[in-house]
């Protein structure tokens, strides 16, 4: 177990060094100079744009520019953000809790709501409870989230004033109030992602449903409920939970969309601003970030498993 | 079984809501809350260039000058100015004005501030205070401006960035970084910014002109998408927006709850043809005038503004806008003209269809500008590819040549020098199209040096003759009105063509 662990921890380091040379590989064959961005109205004047390249380090080769920042990365040092001058780091840190957070809830709605439909689903197989959760799931994986947030919106803000319409208030400051915020878009994306568990539960558990250990169960005479729960379900979840950290990892990346739409201040939004201004050190320090998390999440993922299912643990 | 469901969310999300409209402001007076299209980029005025930004600025740090609606130069720090001869200016500051850290804003820290525009590195504002030769301090509230050259756009660019006035105690402890906490001596003080969700300032007791400040607070939040912004401002959570599709103006002046504010803005949309910059101007329409007035003459602006803009904009002919007393009155807005266009294309001996390719920001409207533009041309023998292409990406396309026609926009200045001689003079810094004309260059010249408004407009008028009509650099669409909501219970709210938001006088009820 520990052996397996640490292997899989070497393998972290050499994944994230090639995903940073990735990002600043991509970097380079993106259209738009960032110099000529910064320059705004002088960005026919030579000489601003020198002056903007040589501070920027964009006039050397982008090896050295790579060197220097992974020389920084290594001291804990993300860099400068080029278009508003605050330190990634602290940006990232200031981020990292709001898409936790809404990433979290979001996540908590879709296994709440897909899983148990997931079962339900599977344990009346074509008859009127399995069609009414397959249609609400189609529904979901199919209603775009723009959409969605923005009916909900109209509904929830506007006709019944209930729940502020955007914005953002950390657990920390107000608890009912960062709740009130977050509502609506973890909703949003939990309801989408929730049609995909629903899916994939159910046909993993019509799969274990038929298999000869629960025939052996029911024959036993244990309850549906015992067979349902203790017997099929826990064979079932295993493709489940490997949806679940995909998952995770796609939502702690941040939601775009939902971000813009209801003005959350989390990765999405500052990486999207970040791309769009050319503003590189901040795409840079996400992306890292990103791909901390979603390592990590896979190996939680992996041990995961372990817990589910003990013939693993020997293996 | 419906009632089931809803009634606990609804008892939840009463409870939550509850919560968020208990707290009660430190003072008596309300917050206000302002709505913008998105992140301002760094909040100092040196080195600052969004135009939201601005919008910020204006609650933030006064300027030497101001402008009022009808575009003219009004005192704000400072109370006079004069003309010793044309290229010394003469300052007369405000008493007892003080910065946000309790500095006295004082003749040397208005020289600093210039000093600092000037010199310091990456400086936006150099180019706008280029004149400036140097900054006498005569006394305390008294300072000799000394130009290299007469001026004419000198005074107004202190209008705007350029003459807002920094805490120069504060601006050398923080260097670079001034723009992440900001102190100048305009109405509110910076207190915090969290990137991409607010940026709060607070009244400033010791402002100059306090009695005219009725809030507290000022909340900026930038939200990108205009549908979510418009929900914000009709549920009650935000006070004022900016307003950026025009498909969201019918809805607002249909609630009686909100009020629609417009106003004639300083900026213009028009299309830049590639004449001189690289490979691709190399095309029968970078090269032969009479192929890009025809272009021009497919063109029906009216009704391009009806189906895209709801109507709401102006039809333009040239880049000073009408609401500037030097718009020049005698340049008609080209009308569409079929038969024209096409003769125009027989008599240049181009094979129709005419390829152009159309660079344009990837956004809906203007796709659909730009779809309309290729409609009513394919009628006159073109064929308009619409290239559209993200706005980092068209930005160093123009600049490096690699495009035919670029349309887009400028925000424009109160100043027409600011809106003309970077675009149309030879060594414009944002002559995206090289168009270089030794006549043109000359006029716009003259009219930078000349004091005398009408003067000015008849150098203009000169230039626009050779530019627009005869040399066809440039097809200017339409110049775009300034868009604002707000709450009926929001009273003195003024909107101004350069479309910032002053809050003196402004009050909630």
Redesign the interface.
């Known amino acids: 177990m520990w052996g397996w662990l640490l292997r899989r921890l070497g393998q972290i380091i050499p994944t994230l060094l090639i995903l940073s040379v990735m990002i600043f590989a991509l970097q380079q064959l993106m259209?738009?100079?960032?110099a000529?961005?910064?320059a705004?109205?002088?960005?026919?004047?030579p000489q601003?744009l020198a002056?903007?390249r040589a501070?920027l380090m964009l006039d050397r080769p982008v090896w050295e520019q790579y060197a220097a920042w992974l020389w920084r990365l290594l001291h804990g040092d993300l860099g400068f953000?080029w278009?508003?001058?605050?330190p990634v780091g602290s940006?990232i840190l200031?981020k990292l809790p709001v898409t936790l957070q809404l990433g979290t809830m979001a996540f908590v709605i879709a296994v709440a709501i897909g899983v148990p439909a997931g079962v339900i689903s599977a344990a009346y197989r074509d008859r009127p409870a399995d069609w009414a959760a397959n249609g609400i799931a189609l529904a979901g994986i199919s209603t775009p989230n723009?959409w969605l947030?923005?009916m909900m919106?109209?509904l929830?803000?506007?006709q019944?004033?209930?729940?502020?319409?955007?914005?953002?208030?950390p657990l920390s400051e107000?608890w009912?109030?960062s709740?009130?915020t977050t509502?609506m878009p973890a909703f949003v994306l939990g309801g989408g992602i929730a049609g995909v568990f629903m899916r994939h539960t159910r046909a993993a558990m019509i799969g274990a449903l038929g298999q000869d250990y629960v025939r052996t169960a029911r024959a036993k005479g244990l309850p549906e409920r015992t067979v349902i729960g203790r017997h099929a379900l826990r064979n079932a979840l295993i493709p489940v939970v490997t949806l679940g950290t995909i998952e995770l990892g796609r939502l702690l990346a941040g939601a775009v969309l939902t971000e813009?739409?209801?003005?959350i201040?989390g990765f999405g939004?500052?990486i999207v601003?970040a791309v769009?201004?050319?503003d590189y050190p901040v795409v840079q320090g996400v992306v890292v970030t990103t791909a901390v998390i979603f390592v990590s999440l896979s190996l939680i993922g992996d041990m995961l498993y372990m817990a589910i299912n003990p013939r693993l643990r020997a293996a | 079984m419906t009632a089931r469901i809803l009634a606990p969310l609804?008892i939840a999300?009463?409870?939550?809501?509850g919560?968020?409209q208990a707290q009660a402001p430190a003072s008596n007076l309300p917050n206000l809350r302002i709505g913008l299209r998105?992140?301002p980029?760094?909040l100092?005025p040196t080195?600052a260039?969004s135009f939201v930004g601005r919008i910020v600025f204006a609650s933030l740090c006064d300027k030497l000058f101001d402008i009022n609606d009808k575009l003219e130069i009004i005192p704000q720090l400072a109370t006079s100015h004069r003309w010793e001869d044309p290229k010394t200016l003469l300052i007369t500051l405000r008493e007892g004005v003080s910065f946000h850290d309790g500095e006295k804003m004082d003749a040397e820290a208005v020289r600093y501030s210039l000093m600092r525009h000037l010199s310091m590195?990456?400086s936006?504002r150099?180019?706008e205070i280029t004149d400036l030769e140097s900054v006498e301090v005569v006394s305390p509230t008294t300072l000799r401006l000394r130009l290299k050259q007469p001026s004419s756009p000198f005074l107004s660019q202190l209008t705007d960035r350029a003459g807002m006035i920094v805490s120069p105690k504060a601006a050398e402890a923080a260097g670079?970084?001034f723009?992440?906490k900001p102190v100048c001596a305009g109405p509110f003080r910076f207190v915090e910014r969290?990137?991409?969700?607010?940026i709060v300032l607070e009244r400033f007791a010791g402002y100059w002109n306090a009695a005219n400040i009725h809030f507290n607070r000022v909340t900026f939040?930038?939200?990108?998408?205009s549908?979510?912004r418009l929900?914000?401002l009709?549920?009650?959570?935000l006070d004022l927006i900016e307003v950026t599709s025009p498909s969201d103006v019918p809805g607002i002046r249909g609630d009686r709850r909100l009020r629609l504010s417009t106003v004639d803005g300083l900026g213009y949309w028009n299309i830049i043809f590639n004449i001189g910059n690289g490979a691709r101007s190399q095309t029968p329409l970078g090269q032969d005038a009479r192929v890009r007035q025809a272009f021009d003459l497919a063109i029906d602006r009216e009704a391009l503004i009806q189906v895209v803009y709801e109507g709401l904009h102006t039809p333009a002919s040239q880049p000073i806008p009408p609401a500037s007393a030097m718009h020049v009155r005698d340049l008609a807005v080209t009308a569409r003209n079929l038969e024209r266009a096409k003769a125009l294309l027989r008599e240049a001996g181009v094979r129709t269809p005419v390829t152009i390719d159309l660079m344009l920001a990837n956004s809906p409207e203007m796709r659909q500008a730009g779809e309309v533009i290729q409609s009513m041309a394919a009628e006159a023998g073109f064929d308009v590819r619409v290239v559209a292409t993200?706005?980092?990406?068209a930005?160093?396309?123009a600049?490096r040549g690699d495009y035919q026609a670029y349309l887009n926009g400028w925000s424009g200045r109160p100043d027409p020098d600011g809106n003309v001689w970077?675009f149309m003079h030879s060594r414009?810094?944002?002559?995206?199209g090289k168009y270089a004309n030794p006549e043109v260059d000359s006029l716009l010249d003259q009219a930078r040096t000349e004091s005398d408004p009408a003067k000015r407009t008849s150098f203009y008028s000169q230039a626009f003759r050779l530019a627009l009509t005869q040399d066809r650099a440039r097809a200017y669409l339409w110049h775009p009105k300034i868009i604002m909501a707000h709450t009926a219970r929001l009273q003195g709210f003024t909107l101004v063509p350069d479309g910032l938001i002053r809050v003196q006088g402004m009050r909630l009820q």
């Open positions: 259209p738009g100079d960032p000529i961005i910064m705004g109205e002088e960005r026919g004047d601003v002056e903007i501070e953000s278009r508003i001058r605050q940006l200031e723009f947030g923005i919106i109209l929830f803000s506007v019944l004033g209930w729940l502020p319409p955007s914005g953002y208030v107000d009912r109030q709740l009130a509502i813009q739409i209801f003005s201040p939004k500052l601003d769009f201004n050319r | 609804a999300a009463t409870v939550l809501a919560t968020a998105e992140d980029d760094i100092d080195l260039r590195q990456g936006f150099r180019g670079r970084d723009g992440a969290v990137a991409q969700d607010r939040q930038p939200i990108t998408d549908t979510a929900a914000n009709q549920s009650g959570t993200e706005f980092a990406s930005l160093q396309a600049v970077t414009g810094a944002q002559n995206d």
